[in-house]
T-cell receptor
């Protein structure tokens, strides 16, 4: 069966520090991968999605970046965090890009910027 | 412009009763998918139910059913026989073709409180 792992579960970082959140998927090949951010009590905002190794689409201009160095690995990064980067970050995968495939989410990372 | 609209920030329902969570969407694409997800306080997102734009029948999954009214562009979630464990945030989402690929857009969510 397929599983998705996301870490760390919580993170507290000072303003201006770098960031690296990692997400890996097991049990499937060539998944479509996504990074979402959720502000407290709000919906999900799509940040990045990837259809393959090295292929990243950015949805929102910001100081975050994403990379996919391996088929089942998706990394969210920042060189200098801002206060506005605080939130709940969710990684997700789906089997393919057809419209009937649900997304499966990791447990999320709660990021607090001080 | 809002693509997915959930007009109920919060809903209360008595245990064992049914509840309807509203969702309307906006798209010009004839092929799309509609999803409902549940997010408990722990934060994980749980897929509940799917409805395709070409599906003739309303989707059902156990106590969950989707009231799909295509002409009105609505996809309301019906939870029958509510349980205390149903208390959570519920998100409606739409998957549509965009820029050569498919994207999923989420609504702002509805927080459901089930009362004992």
């Amino acid at each position: 069966s397929q599983t998705i792992h996301q870490w760390p579960a919580t993170l507290v970082q000072p303003v201006g520090s770098p960031l690296s959140l990692e997400c890996t998927v097991e049990g499937t090949s060539n998944p479509n991968l996504y990074w979402y951010r959720q502000a407290a009590g709000r919906g999900l905002q799509l940040l990045f999605y990837s259809v393959g190794i090295g292929q990243i689409s950015s949805e929102v201009p910001q100081n975050l970046s994403a990379s996919r160095p391996q088929d089942r690995q998706f990394i969210l990064s920042s060189k200098k965090l801002l206060l506005s980067d605080s939130g709940f970050y969710l990684c997700a995968w789906s089997a393919d890009l057809s419209s009937n495939q649900p997304q499966h989410f990791g447990d999320g990372t709660r990021l607090s910027i001080l | 412009a809002q693509k997915i609209t959930q007009t109920q920030p919060g809903m209360f329902v008595q245990e064992k009763e049914a509840v309807t969570l509203d969702c309307t969407y906006d798209t010009s694409d004839p092929s799309y998918g509609l999803f409902w997800y549940k997010q408990p306080s722990s934060g994980e997102m749980i897929f509940l139910i799917y409805q395709g734009s070409y599906d003739q029948q309303n989707a059902t999954e156990g106590r969950y059913s989707l009231n799909f009214q295509k002409a009105r562009k609505s996809a309301n979630l019906v939870i029958s026989a509510s349980q205390l464990g149903d208390s959570a945030m519920y998100f409606c989402a739409m998957r549509e073709l965009s820029g050569g690929g498919f994207k999923t857009i989420f609504g702002a969510g509805t927080r459901l409180f089930v009362k004992a």
